[in-house]
Protein backbone atom coordinates (compact mmCIF):
# COMPACT_ATOMS: atom_id res chain seq x y z
CA UNK A 1 0.00 0.00 0.00
CA UNK A 2 1.73 3.59 -1.40
CA UNK A 3 -0.72 5.70 0.26
CA UNK A 4 -2.58 5.36 3.71
CA UNK A 5 -6.62 6.19 2.88
CA UNK A 6 -8.33 8.16 5.82
CA UNK A 7 -11.86 9.73 6.51
CA UNK A 8 -11.72 13.26 7.95
CA UNK A 9 -15.19 14.04 9.51
CA UNK A 10 -16.29 17.67 7.68
CA UNK A 11 -18.36 18.58 10.36
CA UNK A 12 -17.17 21.74 11.69
CA UNK A 13 -14.25 21.95 9.26
CA UNK A 14 -12.86 24.87 7.50
CA UNK A 15 -12.01 24.11 4.05
CA UNK A 16 -9.91 26.80 2.12
CA UNK A 17 -10.00 26.93 -1.85
CA UNK A 18 -7.60 29.34 -3.50
CA UNK A 19 -7.93 30.39 -7.40
CA UNK A 20 -10.64 31.46 -9.50
CA UNK A 21 -10.31 28.99 -12.31
CA UNK A 22 -11.67 25.69 -12.99
CA UNK A 23 -9.24 23.79 -11.38
CA UNK A 24 -10.61 25.54 -7.86
CA UNK A 25 -14.12 25.20 -9.19
CA UNK A 26 -13.73 21.52 -9.02
CA UNK A 27 -12.59 21.16 -5.85
CA UNK A 28 -15.25 23.64 -4.39
CA UNK A 29 -18.11 21.19 -6.43
CA UNK A 30 -16.54 18.43 -3.99
CA UNK A 31 -17.91 19.84 -0.54
CA UNK A 32 -21.49 20.65 -2.33
CA UNK A 33 -24.03 19.41 0.42
CA UNK A 34 -20.92 18.72 2.96
CA UNK A 35 -21.29 20.28 6.47
CA UNK A 36 -18.20 21.93 6.23
CA UNK A 37 -17.35 25.48 6.23
CA UNK A 38 -15.74 26.34 2.35
CA UNK A 39 -14.08 29.55 2.01
CA UNK A 40 -12.87 31.02 -1.02
CA UNK A 41 -9.99 33.42 -1.81
CA UNK A 42 -8.12 34.73 -4.94
CA UNK A 43 -5.43 37.25 -5.39
CA UNK A 44 -2.97 38.43 -2.74
CA UNK A 45 -4.71 36.57 0.12
CA UNK A 46 -3.53 33.44 -0.83
CA UNK A 47 -0.10 33.93 0.29
CA UNK A 48 -1.43 35.25 3.48
CA UNK A 49 -0.63 32.49 6.34
CA UNK A 50 -3.83 34.48 8.22
CA UNK A 51 -6.07 33.06 5.09
CA UNK A 52 -5.82 29.42 6.11
CA UNK A 53 -5.95 30.16 10.06
CA UNK A 54 -7.77 27.26 11.20
CA UNK A 55 -8.73 25.07 8.29
CA UNK A 56 -8.38 21.41 7.89
CA UNK A 57 -7.90 21.28 4.58
CA UNK A 58 -6.44 24.04 1.87
CA UNK A 59 -6.96 23.34 -2.07
CA UNK A 60 -4.48 25.88 -4.27
CA UNK A 61 -5.35 26.02 -7.77
CA UNK A 62 -4.62 27.89 -10.74
CA UNK A 63 -1.83 29.81 -10.75
CA UNK A 64 2.38 29.88 -11.90
CA UNK A 65 4.38 26.79 -9.80
CA UNK A 66 6.32 29.68 -7.82
CA UNK A 67 2.78 31.22 -6.61
CA UNK A 68 1.34 27.83 -6.01
CA UNK A 69 4.42 26.82 -3.90
CA UNK A 70 4.53 30.11 -1.57
CA UNK A 71 0.81 29.80 -1.44
CA UNK A 72 0.88 26.03 0.25
CA UNK A 73 4.20 27.36 2.27
CA UNK A 74 1.73 30.00 3.76
CA UNK A 75 -0.75 27.07 4.50
CA UNK A 76 0.79 25.18 5.71
CA UNK A 77 2.20 27.24 8.29
CA UNK A 78 -0.85 28.06 9.54
CA UNK A 79 -1.48 24.28 10.38
CA UNK A 80 -3.38 23.32 6.83
CA UNK A 81 -2.95 20.11 4.96
CA UNK A 82 -2.34 21.20 1.56
CA UNK A 83 -3.64 19.96 -1.85
CA UNK A 84 -2.19 21.60 -4.94
CA UNK A 85 -4.21 21.18 -8.25
CA UNK A 86 -1.62 18.13 -10.28
CA UNK A 87 1.20 18.70 -8.80
CA UNK A 88 0.83 15.48 -6.49
CA UNK A 89 4.43 16.48 -5.31
CA UNK A 90 3.20 19.66 -3.98
CA UNK A 91 0.45 17.82 -1.56
CA UNK A 92 -0.22 16.83 1.52
CA UNK A 93 -2.62 14.75 0.18
CA UNK A 94 -4.13 13.49 -3.11
CA UNK A 95 -7.82 13.88 -3.85
CA UNK A 96 -9.51 10.79 -4.96
CA UNK A 97 -12.42 9.90 -7.17
CA UNK A 98 -15.27 10.08 -4.87
CA UNK A 99 -18.57 8.22 -4.39
CA UNK A 100 -20.89 9.90 -2.43
CA UNK A 101 -24.08 8.68 -0.68
CA UNK A 102 -24.31 10.45 2.26
CA UNK A 103 -23.04 8.61 5.14
CA UNK A 104 -21.53 6.25 2.96
CA UNK A 105 -18.73 7.54 1.33
CA UNK A 106 -16.26 5.42 -0.86
CA UNK A 107 -13.02 7.04 -2.85
CA UNK A 108 -10.77 5.34 -5.63
CA UNK A 109 -6.89 7.07 -5.43
CA UNK A 110 -4.20 6.86 -7.57
CA UNK A 111 -1.75 9.43 -5.56
CA UNK A 112 -2.40 11.62 -8.26
CA UNK A 113 -0.74 9.56 -10.40
CA UNK A 114 -3.75 8.38 -13.06
CA UNK A 115 -6.55 10.74 -12.26
CA UNK A 116 -8.19 9.04 -15.44
CA UNK A 117 -8.51 5.89 -14.13
CA UNK A 118 -9.35 6.37 -11.13
CA UNK A 119 -12.99 7.69 -12.31
CA UNK A 120 -12.70 5.05 -14.61
CA UNK A 121 -12.87 2.58 -11.50
CA UNK A 122 -15.04 4.87 -8.99
CA UNK A 123 -18.10 4.38 -12.05
CA UNK A 124 -17.59 0.84 -11.76
CA UNK A 125 -17.56 0.59 -8.12
CA UNK A 126 -20.62 2.97 -8.62
CA UNK A 127 -22.79 0.95 -9.89
CA UNK A 128 -22.79 -1.42 -7.03
CA UNK A 129 -22.98 1.33 -4.58
CA UNK A 130 -27.35 1.54 -4.02
CA UNK A 131 -28.47 5.19 -3.77
CA UNK A 132 -29.95 4.68 -0.38
CA UNK A 133 -26.67 3.23 1.12
CA UNK A 134 -26.74 6.41 2.90
CA UNK A 135 -29.79 6.08 4.95
CA UNK A 136 -28.95 2.44 5.51
CA UNK A 137 -25.99 3.24 7.14
CA UNK A 138 -28.35 5.99 9.11
CA UNK A 139 -30.48 3.59 10.39
CA UNK A 140 -28.01 0.96 11.83
CA UNK A 141 -25.72 4.28 13.21
CA UNK A 142 -28.83 5.41 14.92
CA UNK A 143 -29.04 1.60 16.87
CA UNK A 144 -25.65 1.54 17.42
CA UNK A 145 -25.29 1.87 21.00
CA UNK A 146 -28.57 -0.66 21.69
CA UNK A 147 -27.30 -3.38 19.25
CA UNK A 148 -23.81 -3.66 21.22
CA UNK A 149 -25.86 -3.84 24.53
CA UNK A 150 -28.04 -6.36 22.97
CA UNK A 151 -25.15 -8.29 21.58
CA UNK A 152 -22.09 -7.62 24.18
CA UNK A 153 -20.31 -10.97 22.02
CA UNK A 154 -18.48 -9.51 19.43
CA UNK A 155 -19.57 -12.88 17.09
CA UNK A 156 -22.97 -12.72 17.51
CA UNK A 157 -23.38 -8.73 17.09
CA UNK A 158 -21.93 -9.02 13.17
CA UNK A 159 -24.18 -12.42 12.72
CA UNK A 160 -27.38 -9.90 14.18
CA UNK A 161 -26.04 -7.62 11.90
CA UNK A 162 -25.38 -9.23 8.83
CA UNK A 163 -28.77 -11.28 9.08
CA UNK A 164 -30.39 -7.52 9.24
CA UNK A 165 -28.64 -5.99 6.34
CA UNK A 166 -30.37 -8.65 4.31
CA UNK A 167 -33.73 -7.95 6.12
CA UNK A 168 -36.58 -6.06 5.74
CA UNK A 169 -35.79 -3.04 7.99
CA UNK A 170 -32.71 -2.40 6.09
CA UNK A 171 -34.28 -2.41 2.65
CA UNK A 172 -37.19 -0.51 3.28
CA UNK A 173 -34.12 2.19 4.20
CA UNK A 174 -32.99 1.65 1.20
CA UNK A 175 -36.08 2.57 -0.44
CA UNK A 176 -36.58 5.50 1.57
CA UNK A 177 -38.93 5.03 4.27
CA UNK A 178 -37.13 5.58 7.69
CA UNK A 179 -40.02 5.24 9.65
CA UNK A 180 -40.75 2.11 8.71
CA UNK A 181 -37.10 0.79 8.68
CA UNK A 182 -36.79 2.10 12.32
CA UNK A 183 -39.84 -0.07 13.39
CA UNK A 184 -38.76 -2.94 11.63
CA UNK A 185 -35.70 -2.75 13.42
CA UNK A 186 -36.97 -2.57 16.50
CA UNK A 187 -38.66 -5.30 16.47
CA UNK A 188 -35.76 -7.52 14.86
CA UNK A 189 -34.02 -6.02 17.70
CA UNK A 190 -36.97 -7.11 20.34
CA UNK A 191 -36.55 -10.67 19.16
CA UNK A 192 -33.40 -11.25 17.74
CA UNK A 193 -34.10 -15.25 18.98
CA UNK A 194 -36.19 -16.19 15.35
CA UNK A 195 -33.82 -18.70 14.33
CA UNK A 196 -31.21 -17.74 11.26
CA UNK A 197 -32.42 -19.82 8.02
CA UNK A 198 -29.39 -21.50 6.62
CA UNK A 199 -28.24 -20.83 3.25
CA UNK A 200 -25.97 -22.40 0.61
CA UNK A 201 -25.13 -20.69 -2.63
CA UNK A 202 -23.15 -21.55 -5.55
CA UNK A 203 -21.51 -19.62 -7.53
CA UNK A 204 -19.49 -20.76 -11.10
CA UNK A 205 -15.77 -19.51 -9.78
CA UNK A 206 -13.52 -19.97 -12.59
CA UNK A 207 -13.21 -16.41 -13.53
CA UNK A 208 -12.54 -13.96 -14.09
CA UNK A 209 -13.99 -11.95 -11.16
CA UNK A 210 -15.40 -9.20 -13.33
CA UNK A 211 -17.57 -11.72 -14.89
CA UNK A 212 -19.58 -12.17 -11.68
CA UNK A 213 -23.08 -10.80 -11.12
CA UNK A 214 -23.25 -7.92 -8.75
CA UNK A 215 -26.11 -10.17 -6.91
CA UNK A 216 -22.80 -12.89 -6.64
CA UNK A 217 -20.50 -10.28 -5.62
CA UNK A 218 -22.76 -9.08 -2.56
CA UNK A 219 -22.99 -12.35 -1.77
CA UNK A 220 -19.28 -12.94 -0.97
CA UNK A 221 -19.41 -9.62 0.90
CA UNK A 222 -21.67 -11.06 3.27
CA UNK A 223 -20.45 -14.61 3.83
CA UNK A 224 -19.76 -16.69 7.09
CA UNK A 225 -17.99 -19.43 5.22
CA UNK A 226 -16.74 -20.22 1.95
CA UNK A 227 -15.78 -23.72 0.61
CA UNK A 228 -13.87 -23.09 -2.78
CA UNK A 229 -12.76 -25.58 -5.12
CA UNK A 230 -8.57 -25.58 -6.11
CA UNK A 231 -9.06 -23.90 -9.08
CA UNK A 232 -11.07 -21.05 -8.20
CA UNK A 233 -9.90 -17.80 -9.68
CA UNK A 234 -7.92 -15.68 -7.17
CA UNK A 235 -9.60 -12.78 -8.05
CA UNK A 236 -12.58 -13.93 -6.92
CA UNK A 237 -11.18 -15.37 -3.38
CA UNK A 238 -9.96 -11.71 -3.08
CA UNK A 239 -13.46 -10.35 -3.11
CA UNK A 240 -14.58 -12.56 -0.20
CA UNK A 241 -15.03 -11.30 2.69
CA UNK A 242 -12.02 -10.98 5.20
CA UNK A 243 -13.17 -12.67 8.07
CA UNK A 244 -15.06 -15.40 6.41
CA UNK A 245 -14.24 -18.66 7.25
CA UNK A 246 -12.41 -20.15 4.52
CA UNK A 247 -13.25 -24.24 4.70
CA UNK A 248 -11.25 -26.94 2.31
CA UNK A 249 -13.17 -29.52 -0.18
CA UNK A 250 -12.99 -32.96 1.91
CA UNK A 251 -14.43 -36.10 1.51
CA UNK A 252 -17.02 -35.10 4.03
CA UNK A 253 -18.21 -31.80 2.31
CA UNK A 254 -21.57 -32.85 1.83
CA UNK A 255 -22.48 -33.29 5.71
CA UNK A 256 -20.36 -30.61 6.20
CA UNK A 257 -22.85 -28.07 4.30
CA UNK A 258 -25.76 -29.60 5.49
CA UNK A 259 -24.57 -28.94 9.31
CA UNK A 260 -22.98 -25.61 8.89
CA UNK A 261 -26.52 -24.35 7.01
CA UNK A 262 -28.34 -26.51 9.91
CA UNK A 263 -26.90 -24.04 11.94
CA UNK A 264 -28.26 -21.40 10.73
CA UNK A 265 -24.67 -20.05 8.35
CA UNK A 266 -24.61 -19.19 5.28
CA UNK A 267 -22.22 -21.29 2.99
CA UNK A 268 -20.53 -20.22 -0.24
CA UNK A 269 -19.49 -22.72 -2.60
CA UNK A 270 -17.62 -21.55 -5.12
CA UNK A 271 -17.34 -23.74 -7.97
CA UNK A 272 -15.21 -25.28 -10.84
CA UNK A 273 -17.38 -27.33 -13.20
CA UNK A 274 -20.80 -29.39 -12.80
CA UNK A 275 -22.15 -29.60 -9.03
CA UNK A 276 -25.85 -30.97 -10.38
CA UNK A 277 -25.25 -34.02 -7.59
CA UNK A 278 -24.27 -31.80 -5.04
CA UNK A 279 -26.80 -29.28 -5.54
CA UNK A 280 -29.65 -32.16 -5.60
CA UNK A 281 -27.76 -33.76 -2.34
CA UNK A 282 -28.15 -30.46 -0.43
CA UNK A 283 -31.57 -29.72 -1.52
CA UNK A 284 -32.59 -32.95 -0.46
CA UNK A 285 -31.54 -32.76 2.93
CA UNK A 286 -33.86 -29.97 3.37
CA UNK A 287 -31.25 -26.66 3.25
CA UNK A 288 -31.98 -23.52 0.85
CA UNK A 289 -30.03 -23.41 -1.91
CA UNK A 290 -29.15 -20.33 -4.47
CA UNK A 291 -27.49 -20.74 -7.63
CA UNK A 292 -25.85 -17.25 -8.28
CA UNK A 293 -23.73 -17.93 -11.68
CA UNK A 294 -21.80 -15.90 -13.76
CA UNK A 295 -23.93 -14.96 -16.31
CA UNK A 296 -25.43 -16.95 -19.20
CA UNK A 297 -23.86 -20.30 -16.91
CA UNK A 298 -26.03 -22.52 -15.09
CA UNK A 299 -24.00 -25.58 -13.10
CA UNK A 300 -25.39 -28.26 -14.96
Known amino acids: MDVFPAFFPLKGAVVVIVGDGEGAEAK ?49 AAGALVNVTDRPAMCDFTTPAVIDRGGVVAAVGTGGGSPTLAARLRNDIEQKVPEGAGRAAALLASFQAEVKARFPDLGERRSFLRKALDGPAVKAALDGDMALA ?5 QDLADPGAKRRGLVQYIRAEGPSDLLTLRASRALAA ?3 VVADPLVDPGVMGMVRRDAERREVDAALLEHLIEWAGEGQTVIRLICGNAALEIAAVKDAGIAVEILPHPGILPG
Open 182 to 186: KRLFE
Open 28 to 76: ARLFEGSPAEVRRFSGDATLKSETYEGALFAFIADAEDSVLAEAAQAAR
Open 223 to 225: ADI
